[in-house]
């Protein structure tokens, strides 16, 4: 059904875009002159009708669903839900959803059979209605359209003028998205403080967030201290930007002074594919290789290694970060003007000299920006972390240890479990938000410097 | 004034600094500098001239061995500084270049200290043992340049932080510390305005004292106002290579002849 | 001037060219050494693209092929018949078989053992055959199925028959049965294109990438519908039209921002408000390529900026002198001379997003799912989440397959990528 609404659509732009077309022709056959072209009559007709239609079908099925199955809920029987919490609401609710769609498992009571199939009827009608709002509206906007075909009307400025609208709401769409992600952090975090006190978020050192599942359950309470969790976090970047800024750095003044031509053509594209490899293969790569071969070294070396060390998963990051890293040093050398190294090769400097003297403190504030940047990307990373590193918080600056980090907490607390009324998943949006906003600062601090430096020797 | 510079010009032209014989250089397959021979005399300010693109900054290059640090120029021929070919294989550049100093067309002092810019040079050469000998190579160097008075109380701000003409002679102090025997000036003056192009020029005067002085300029007044000797090129030609007087008052060529009257450039 | 008169510069050092001082030849050595450097940072980059690679391919390629053994089955009606289709005891018919093929298994005692051999999934092959085709019923047919994993890892030699039967996954009553399958040339080891034609299974030896490839096609269908036409026009916006003042300057530092936030925060956006606020289905390819399609978009716009911004004013000035409108002068001359470094970004977005793992565990995208999805809005898994899923698994067989799809989805990426290069070079202009 939604697909009809869209091929009614799509038939409807058409239409109006020749039947606009004809008109205009026709005037202007007739004699009289036009002040736009005939295309521009038919294109004004065809983004009237396309662009409001095509944002209602977009709402309506962004809305349709949730307020049936809000419908439904308030049909059921009174008291169905005293006393539940959400978790079994859910389950009440995906079982009426299964009866809708045809999937019997057992006997379902008699009221669950009836709300399924309030539910199917709801939806009929809800696809049915699509379909007439949609064709009323495509008629009304076809004839309006229709109507504005004179020798007068500007159909240039006007379907420029949507057209204008329309990219400029994709601009503004990108601040949509940050509002979005900045209120719903906000939103869920201020329930989970409202649950846990903020200060013990903050400065806890404690963290477990196992809680009773039930009533009488004899379990921990519950502690959210996020200090431990974002020590290791610190740990593993701290080992993960030891191996990637030498390397980085070392890869990008190698390129920069010393590789020939036909070096640099193949060692710029390999460092690329490097950059291009998914970030869950650099995980399964230090599960696989690196965390058992740490663990075999350190053995031979007596050393106590755990199998999951934050040493396996943060080598592994800086692996990731090297092109990161070396593609930033390497840009921002690049740009230091050639006056420079010049002047300093005239003076009898040695090339080592050059680069160290002066190309590389010239070209300092970039590389700096760079390696902020590659800061934000360590401390946001996920997956690496999430398949090598620990589950449990230690308060330990040991890279032997095993540590947890910020974002393996938040994809644990938050896998198969979308119930958002426990301070255990609420939890994972205060780290969400706390990761944000230390990466933002760090972002806008680093682009900051990028835009500055380039704008010195641009 | 001007019988004077006559007479020393006479005095000191005997002793040749650099002799090059069949230069050509190529750019890829773009043949640049096509068999130019010249010889630049010791203590005197040659000048290249000539239109844009003829090859003078080119030449400059191959002087010092600039041209080394592109990778798709090639140098033929034989350039001698002293009796040495300077493109013998043993020869290091950069001992070549610490004895050739250069000047940019633009200023182009390090990010760095007016101190550190000057001292750059003396360090990685190793020509102060002491902090005072240091001193001392800095102080005289920006003497040199006519710099001092201008900047001796701010030796620690930034040398980006001076004006143009200051920046330039902040560029030359940083030459001369390395006590070179020859000074090559790539259009020193094309940034600046007439008051410190006046004072660079100037000071190249003094700098002839000492050095071998080689200036390109698209200025043909400042080429009769600074040089001894000529070198007129053009389209990778040495077309003329005379006595400063000479070239101006009595070119020999028609090509000399059509450019310093203006009709070709 | 009068201030040079006094100086004294030092004398210039008359030495020659040749002669190297021990001071030259130390600052030399810094060249080297610096080029060592350089040198080694480089080859500790190749070496791990080289381990890693190694390793995937090393743990990865028997995951290519799979050891199958081919029996003679009778379809027995004493245990199937036509009435109860389709249930029955197929299991006992293909335990029989096998049972047939190894003379010194004891019926009676060894009966379970045995039938651990092949996968248990070899009853589903029959079934779907009789099911298919009833008619097969009381006839002998040959049967080709799949070995259980223990059996086709020892095959393979991945387990090694010298460990100790105590910590080896299969015994040596295993191994000389397998042997006698071999002796009896009914093992083969064909291309296992059942890696990219089956859904995930519970045993590795049935387990395939066919729902994780479509639910990665459905997503990134998905992420380039909605990124695609929303990025190029923010960009056109921003570069073309856009007044250059505090707002466009925001939305521009926004963007840049935007770029950088770490991937689990878009999960954390899309859990919170596509699936718990606007109620979407769980585990769809949709929501996961409407989530990666507003992590893709900034990257889509600095692309095709970057794109719009090397086409030289020239041409912009020349179509505005003929009397065209500004949007003309886009549509139809800068947009079009801009599109392959569009093209480009927009590939490497994408082969960014089908890498992009975090966002899509988040929303559930990690769900055992044994089916195909028909439509984004079926459940599924995608590549990377059913890495991540395999990865997981403890069977030994998994890590082969995971080093398996890794494989594919490289292949994948490094097809897109190379299709940007190749983009990138075959309509790059320099202006």
């Known amino acids: 059904m939604t697909l009809l609404a869209f091929i009614i659509l799509f038939v409807a732009a058409a239409i109006g875009y020749v039947m606009n077309l004809r008109a205009a022709r026709a005037i202007r056959d007739g004699g009289s002159a036009l002040h736009s072209l005939a295309g521009f009559h038919g294109m004004f007709s065809a983004l009237v009708v396309l662009v409001p239609v095509f944002v209602l079908i977009l709402v309506w099925l962004a809305l349709a669903d949730p307020l049936i199955q809000r419908l439904v809920a308030a049909s059921l029987p009174e008291g169905t839900f005293d006393g539940l919490g959400t978790g079994a609401i859910q389950l009440i609710m995906a079982e009426i959803n299964s009866l809708a769609g045809g999937r019997v498992f057992g006997t379902p009571e008699q009221w669950k059979i009836d709300a399924a199939e309030r539910l199917v009827a709801y939806e009929r009608n809800a696809d049915l209605a699509l379909v007439v709002v949609v064709l009323i509206a495509v008629v009304a906007l076809v004839i309006f359209a229709r109507r504005t075909v004179t020798t007068e009307f500007r159909a240039r400025q006007g379907s420029e003028g949507i057209m204008l609208r329309l990219m400029a709401s994709c601009a503004i769409f990108a601040i949509f998205v940050t509002v979005a992600i900045i209120s719903a952090l906000v939103y869920e975090t201020s329930k989970f403080f409202a649950m846990v006190p903020i200060t013990d978020f903050l400065f806890g050192l404690n963290w477990e967030p196992q809680i009773p599942i039930r009533e009488d359950q004899i379990a921990a309470e519950g502690a959210f201290g996020v200090v431990p969790v974002f020590l290791g976090t610190l740990v593993i970047a701290t080992v993960a930007l030891t191996v990637a800024i030498p390397v980085g750095l070392m890869t990008a003044i190698y390129l920069n002074e010393f590789a020939s031509r036909r070096a640099r053509s193949v060692i710029k594209p390999f460092l690329e594919i490097l950059a291009g490899v998914p970030t869950v293969v650099y995980g399964f790569f230090a599960i696989l290789v690196i965390a058992p071969w740490l663990r075999s070294t350190g053995a031979t070396l007596g050393l106590d290694v755990a199998s999951n060390t934050a040493l396996a998963a943060g080598s592994v990051m800086g692996i990731m970060l090297i092109p990161f890293i070396s593609s930033f040093a390497d840009d921002a050398l690049s740009s230091v003007p050639q006056s420079l190294r010049d002047g300093a090769l005239a003076l009898g400097a040695t090339r080592s000299e050059t680069m160290l003297n002066v190309l590389f403190p010239a070209a300092i504030p970039g590389i700096m920006g760079g390696i902020l940047l590659a800061v934000s990307r360590a401390i946001g990373e996920t997956m690496i972390v999430v398949m090598a590193a620990g589950l449990i918080a230690r308060l330990t600056i040991n890279p032997l240890d095993s540590v947890t980090a910020v974002t393996v907490q938040i994809v644990t607390l938050l896998i198969g479990d979308s119930a958002f009324d426990n301070p255990k998943t609420l939890s994972a949006f205060a780290l969400g938000m706390m990761l944000f906003i230390i990466t933002l600062g760090i972002n806008v601090l680093a682009l900051r410097i990028v835009r500055k430096y380039r704008e010195i020797y641009d | 004034m001007d019988d004077l510079r006559r007479i020393e010009r006479t005095a000191e032209m005997s002793d040749t600094k650099i002799s090059a014989k069949g230069v050509q250089v190529f750019y890829g397959d773009t043949h640049a500098i096509k068999d130019v021979s010249v010889e630049i005399g010791d203590k005197t300010v040659t000048a290249f001239i000539g239109p844009s693109g003829c090859g003078k900054s080119t030449f400059l290059r191959c002087l010092n061995r600039m041209n080394d640090t592109i990778d798709i120029c090639r140098v033929q021929g034989s350039i001698t500084m002293d009796g040495q070919d300077i493109y013998d294989p043993r020869v290091d550049p950069v001992q070549l270049r610490a004895k050739v100093g250069m000047v940019f067309q633009k200023p182009n002092p390090f990010p760095k200290s007016i101190y550190d810019n000057v001292a750059y040079g003396p360090k990685i050469h190793g020509m102060a043992r002491t902090k005072a000998d240091m001193d001392g190579i800095v102080e005289a160097s920006l003497r040199r340049a006519a710099l001092w008075n201008e900047v001796k109380d701010r030796l620690d701000s930034a040398g980006t932080g001076l004006s143009g003409g200051q920046q330039q002679r902040l560029c030359i102090a940083r030459a001369v510390a390395t006590a070179p025997e020859v000074l090559l000036m790539d259009e020193p003056c094309s940034a600046l305005d007439p008051i410190a192009t006046a004072q660079i020029e100037e000071l190249i005067d003094e700098l002839r004292q000492q050095f071998s002085v080689v200036i390109v300029t698209h200025s043909m007044q400042q080429a009769a106002r600074v040089s001894q000797k000529t070198a007129f090129f053009h389209l990778g030609n040495l077309v003329e290579f005379n006595d400063t007087d000479q070239i101006f008052t009595n070119p020999q060529d028609s090509r000399t002849e059509s450019y310093i009257t203006g009709r070709i450039g | ?431």
């Open chain 3, 1 to 431: 001037m009068a201030d040079t008169t006094t100086a004294s510069t030092p004398a210039p050092h008359r030495i020659s060219l040749i002669e190297r001082s021990p001071a030259i030849a130390r600052r030399k050595r810094k060249d080297y050494v610096l080029q060592a450097f350089g040198l080694i940072a480089i080859a500790i980059a190749f070496g791990v693209m080289f381990l890693l690679f190694a390793s995937l391919i090393r743990t990865g390629h028997t995951a290519f092929v799979q050891t199958h053994v081919t029996l003679d089955v009778f379809v027995d009606p004493a245990e199937i018949s036509v009435e109860t289709l389709p249930r029955g005891g197929f299991q006992d018919v293909v335990t029989n078989a096998l049972i047939a093929k190894l003379p010194s298994a004891d019926e009676a005692s060894e009966r379970r053992e045995v039938r651990n051999i092949i996968s248990n999934g070899a009853q589903f092959y029959l079934r779907d055959l009789v099911v298919a085709d009833p008619s097969l019923i009381g006839q002998t047919i040959s049967l080709t199925v799949p070995l259980a994993d223990a059996y086709d890892q020892l095959h393979k030699g991945s387990i090694s028959r010298e460990t100790p039967e105590a910590l080896r996954r299969v015994n040596d009553q295993g191994v000389a049965w397998l042997d006698e399958l071999i002796a009896a040339g009914a093992i083969t080891k064909p291309l296992n294109f059942a890696l990219l034609t089956n859904a995930d299974s519970r045993f590795p030896e049935l387990a395939g990438l066919r729902g994780a490839l479509v639910g990665s096609f459905w997503v990134l269908l998905i992420c380039f519908i909605i990124a695609f036409p929303a990025g190029i026009g923010a960009a056109i916006y921003l570069e073309e039209f856009a007044p250059k003042n505090k707002v466009s300057d925001f939305i521009e530092v926004n963007i840049n921002n935007l770029a950088a936030v770490p991937s689990v925060v878009f999960g954390l956006l899309a859990l919170a408000v596509f699936l718990n606020y606007l109620g979407m289905p769980r585990s769809a390819p949709f929501v996961g390529g409407l989530t990666l399609a507003l992590m893709t978009m900034p990257t889509i716009i600095i692309a095709t900026r970057a794109a719009l911004k090397a086409v030289p004013s020239s041409i912009r000035e020349a179509a505005l002198g003929v009397g065209a409108s500004k949007q003309q002068v886009v549509f139809q001359h800068v947009l079009p001379l801009a599109m392959p470094g569009i093209l480009t970004g927009t590939i490497i977005g994408l082969a960014q997003a089908l890498g992009e793992t975090a966002p899509l565990l988040l929303i559930g995208m990690n769900a055992f799912i044994t089916s195909a999805a028909s439509s984004p809005f079926d459940a599924a898994t995608a590549l990377p989440t059913q890495i991540f899923i395999w990865a997981d698994s403890p069977e030994r067989g998994f890590v082969s397959r995971t080093s398996a799809a890794i494989l594919v989805l490289l292949t994948f990426l490094i097809f897109m990528n190379g299709l940007a290069i190749y983009l990138r070079s075959k309509f790059e202009r320099r202006w």
